[in-house]
């Protein structure tokens, strides 16, 4: 889980969003904004997405600064003014070059396998843990009960 969340949370982010890449020719301010403000930070060019959505709103994915993307809503780029967008463009820039979608990548992982273990946990403990049918260890049930308790809860 955690592999195939580090190789592939950030095409799957764009996938989910309907986003779709944009060539240079296409959108060319965007991209020299981007590259200016890209080689301003020290970061390599990174994919540039449309998302087709009217919401103004901006997100930026990748495992790390050299596998990165940004993608921008039709919305944002039709409301905000060129200095607006850069000011949006250059926060997500800040998230790649600070490597926080990593972070937030594997968080999500961690919590992921911690859920699925309170979860087998919770199974084990319905279905007796286990234990023999002459109950010769006693707690099983208690300990199983606080782990699935306290699993799900710690950071």
């Given at each position: 889980m955690n592999f195939f969340g580090y190789f592939y949370s950030d095409s799957l982010a764009i996938k989910m969003t309907g986003s779709y890449p944009v060539s240079e020719a296409e959108a060319p301010e965007l991209y020299a904004m981007v590259r200016k403000l890209s080689q301003r930070a020290g970061?390599?060019?990174?994919?540039?997405y449309i998302q087709p959505s009217q919401q103004p709103n901006a997100f930026a994915?990748?495992?790390?600064?050299?596998?990165?993307?940004?993608a921008v809503t039709e919305g944002l780029l039709r409301l905000l003014s060129p200095s607006e967008l850069e000011g949006v463009l250059a926060h997500e820039l800040a998230h790649i070059k600070n490597r926080d979608v990593l972070v937030g990548t594997i968080a999500a992982a961690l919590a992921g396998a911690i859920s699925m273990m309170a979860n087998v946990l919770q199974w084990g403990a319905i279905f007796g843990m286990g234990r023999s049918d002459d109950e010769e260890e006693g707690g099983g049930m208690v300990g199983g009960l606080i782990m699935a308790i306290v699993l799900p809860s710690s950071p």
């Amino acid at each position: 889980m955690n592999f195939f969340g580090y190789f592939y949370s950030d095409s799957l982010a764009i996938k989910m969003t309907g986003s779709y890449p944009v060539s240079e020719a296409e959108a060319p301010e965007l991209y020299a904004m981007v590259r200016k403000l890209s080689q301003r930070a020290g970061l390599p060019m990174p994919k540039i997405y449309i998302q087709p959505s009217q919401q103004p709103n901006a997100f930026a994915t990748g495992r790390n600064p050299s596998h990165s993307a940004v993608a921008v809503t039709e919305g944002l780029l039709r409301l905000l003014s060129p200095s607006e967008l850069e000011g949006v463009l250059a926060h997500e820039l800040a998230h790649i070059k600070n490597r926080d979608v990593l972070v937030g990548t594997i968080a999500a992982a961690l919590a992921g396998a911690i859920s699925m273990m309170a979860n087998v946990l919770q199974w084990g403990a319905i279905f007796g843990m286990g234990r023999s049918d002459d109950e010769e260890e006693g707690g099983g049930m208690v300990g199983g009960l606080i782990m699935a308790i306290v699993l799900p809860s710690s950071p």
